[in-house]
């Protein structure tokens, strides 16, 4: 399918707020960034002043790498994350944040695409597996991809194509920058 062309060219970043320890009115925030052997770059953000956790992972692919012709195709792709995989059925993810009170979202913009959870801390891992799984274990076939095509393009009826103001906002940019929600 068109848009699993666009995953080699993705390279992720794993972004953490992690609550942990006693709180410090003044001083700077402390970041720690580093790079894992497989790539993957890590940045965690301590932030003691709750005992939650904000877990990030943002792909460095967006809109502005979409062929001519394609627009929407990265925020396609971003749905469709959202679809299960051999590990974990459709609806796995979602159902564990509900039942352990977090709460998730995901957005595309022209050049990253990022998904992001939030929960209390003890379940980073179960967070990290999760995304871990869909990273690669995405199960596209036509009867889950076709149905997320109409969500898709209504999203873009209800935002965009009913909206001459949004429409006339696309018309500004360079074709490749088309963003179609
Ligand atoms: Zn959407």
């Known amino acids: 399918m068109a848009f699993t062309r666009l995953m080699p060219f993705v390279a992720a970043t794993v972004a953490l707020l992690v609550s942990a320890a006693a709180p410090s009115a003044t001083a ?3 970041v720690f960034h580093f790079r894992l052997a ?3 770059e890590l940045v965690v953000v301590p932030d003691r002043r709750t005992p939650v956790v904000t877990h990030m992972i943002w792909y460095r692919v967006g ?3 979409e062929p001519p012709g394609k627009s929407g ?11 299960g995989t051999a590990k974990n059925p459709a609806g796995r993810f979602s159902k564990t944040l509900a039942e ?5 979202n995901a957005f595309t913009s022209s050049d990253y695409t990022g998904y992001f959870q939030r929960t209390s801390r003890e379940h980073l891992k179960t967070l990290m597996e ?7 274990g995405l199960v596209l076939t036509d009867d889950v991809v076709a149905p997320e095509l109409k969500v898709v393009l209504e999203e873009w009826n209800q935002r965009v194509g009913n909206s001459p103001g ?10 490749p920058f088309f963003q179609f929600y």
């Open 28 to 30: 700077a925030p402390e």
């Open 38 to 40: 497989n790539g993957l």
């Open 63 to 65: 809109a502005a790498d």
């Open 73 to 83: 195709i990265a925020h396609f792709l971003e749905h469709l994350m959202f679809k």
């Open 100 to 104: 352990i009170g977090g709460r998730e």
């Open 130 to 136: 999760f995304e871990a799984d869909r990273m690669t």
């Open 166 to 175: 949004a429409r006339l906002g696309g018309q500004g940019r360079p074709a």
